[in-house]
């Protein structure tokens, strides 16, 4: 009787680890990876900007998509105003400091979110761990029930 239920206990416990936690886990990374990506981003326009302000003073060309791949060159005189992704697709008009000060604010931010997903990645981890050793415990018991 005893090792009926240490079986099923034991493809329980496997069941939990392979369908739960792990599932929960890689969702966890996948989620990381994307607020790192975010960060990057931000961390691209900060430097971005501070280049811009250093070396180009008196503005730039460059060749701009202007859609189906099709690139046109363009002039940008006056670096003053920077048109900066805020989410969702709206873009609002800062000056170079402005985008600075919101660069290191969304990088503050995510970072700290970014912490909470993985401390709960460590919880998962830590949970995946102590489950397997519970089970190799178990196994030793039946063996040597057995013996």
Do not use: W
């Amino acid at each position: 009787m005893m090792d009926t239920r240490s079986k099923l206990s034991t493809e329980n416990l496997e069941v939990f680890i392979n369908d739960y936690l792990k599932e929960d886990l890689k969702h966890l990374e996948k989620y990381i990876n994307q607020y790192n990506e975010e960060i990057m981003e931000y961390i691209q326009l900060k430097n971005t900007i501070q280049t811009m302000r250093d070396n180009f003073t008196d503005g730039y060309k460059t060749q701009m998509n202007i859609g189906g791949n099709i690139f046109m060159e363009a002039k940008v005189d006056n670096l003053d105003t920077i048109l900066v992704d805020i989410g969702k697709g709206v873009y609002i008009p800062f000056t170079a400091e402005e985008a600075l000060k919101f660069a290191d604010f969304k990088i503050k931010i995510l970072n700290k979110e970014c912490d909470v997903l993985r401390e709960e990645s460590v919880k998962k981890r830590s949970a995946i761990k102590v489950t397997l050793m519970y089970m190799a415990e178990q196994e030793k018991l039946v063996a040597g029930e057995k013996d």
